[in-house]
């Protein structure tokens, strides 16, 4: 599968970074718009991306990062991702899984989406794994969620035009807000759990206020297509947005006043959906390099280096069977603690891929089996002991890793 690099469009005429423009923002109640440039044209079939960058450039720890060897174990990436059976299969969902994750830095509470429109949280420990709460409201097809940084708190967005409020405890629906389309996906703000991101089929992103229910004053900003998956960065400054038309936008977040300012856009694939989008921030001496991971319809899973000025340069590419389904992506939470790092991705083939992003000849480091139709959704806890994957059947199987 190659990559057609000739595609890649920005916005805004500075090339400073985006953190830098939004100082121009505060103050001000106008909605900035990106000044568009002309587009070069595209080769059918093939990804548009900046060019490939060749020379390793410390995306990974190295072989000398002797104490992060030590807390993984000081064994090879394949030992590290070698499992040994199930540890629980959920059935309960009567329609395809669109999401799975587990509570932040929680080992046991995984919380699952799906097109029959609920959302159930589940208990892994102490056996037997359980269901404790089954959260309905939802009209239609539950299409993401996310949990509050605390885990009392779930947003969940739906095709019924509404992103709705959970109290995880009691599993009550505490919030719903209308938006008048259908809302594909959903984040809270990382640095502020009282406002969440949402994208809707009418190309819009939506900045809101959890307690009030109400949307800011020039927040949101809009794209090309339906928007299709959301991220922000981890200090929740940028927001990445991928929409159905396979351009993926980066947008500066003024914290204070919950406005975005929309500065770059790339597109990857003409008219081919970015269905999961993950950015991932590099702490460590030895891998420096925030990341951009990518699912897109048209079998691919794609990792970008995100550059200073927020521009991408793609790093790997992987294949993977998808070309109609919502596949999402993960990277490993420890992979800056040992030597190579490691992503995951289901696929319409019904199996998990396991992939060295440091690794160019053979990257697949694991492939699980054990689903019997596409897998749409994977997620592990915060230490790796657990990995869990959800498939179109409305399955969701529990995966113990070797320890």
């Not at 190309?203 to 090309?224: A, D, E």
Request: charged share 20%.
């Amino acid at each position: 599968m190659s990559v057609d690099v000739s595609g890649a469009v920005a916005y805004g005429e500075a090339d400073e970074s985006c953190r830098h423009s939004m100082d121009s923002l505060t103050g001000s109640n106008t909605h900035i718009k990106g000044h568009h440039r002309t587009q070069s044209s595209a080769s059918s079939g093939g990804f548009l991306a900046p060019p490939v960058e060749v020379p390793r450039d410390g995306l990974v720890p190295t072989a000398s990062a002797q104490a992060s060897r030590k807390m993984a174990g000081d064994t090879s990436l394949i030992e590290n991702y070698a499992f040994h059976g199930m540890h629980h299969i959920f059935d309960q969902h009567k329609g395809a899984v669109t999401a799975v994750k587990f509570g932040n830095n929680d080992r046991t509470r995984l919380a699952i989406s799906s097109i029959d429109g609920s959302l159930t949280v589940c208990s892994l420990e102490p056996l037997p794994a359980c269901v404790q709460h089954t959260l309905r409201g939802h009209s239609k097809s539950v299409t993401d969620f996310d949990w509050s940084m605390s885990n009392d708190f779930i947003i969940s967005s739906s095709t019924d035009g509404t992103v709705r409020l959970w109290n995880t405890d009691s599993g009550t629906c505490m919030r719903s807000i209308s938006l008048g389309a259908e809302v594909y996906c959903c984040r809270f703000q990382p640095s502020n759990n009282n406002m969440f991101v949402c994208g809707t089929a009418k190309c819009q992103l939506h900045v809101f206020n959890v307690s009030t229910g109400k949307s800011y004053k020039g927040g949101g900003g809009k794209t090309n297509g339906p928007v299709s998956c959301v991220s922000f960065d981890r200090n929740g400054e940028v927001v990445w947005a991928g929409d159905a038309k396979g351009f993926i936008y980066c947008f500066c977040f003024h914290l204070a006043t919950g406005r975005m300012q929309r500065t770059k856009r790339t597109l990857v694939s003409l008219g081919n959906q970015i269905t999961s989008i993950s950015s991932r921030s590099w702490m460590s001496r030895e891998a420096r390099d925030p990341s951009l991971l990518v699912n897109c319809m048209q079998n691919g899973l794609l990792l970008f280096r995100i550059n200073p000025d927020d521009s991408l340069v793609l790093k790997r590419q992987f294949a993977i069977k998808h070309v109609k389904e919502t596949i999402r992506s993960i990277f490993c939470p420890l992979m800056s603690f040992r030597q190579g790092a490691c992503v995951v991705s289901g696929s319409e083939d019904m199996c998990v891929y396991f992939y060295n992003v440091d690794e160019v000849q053979k990257p697949m480091v694991n492939k699980l089996q054990g689903h019997s139709s596409v897998v749409n959704a994977v997620t592990f806890n915060y230490d790796e002991s657990l990995l869990a994957s959800g498939d179109s059947s409305g399955t969701v199987i529990v995966w113990n890793r070797q320890q």
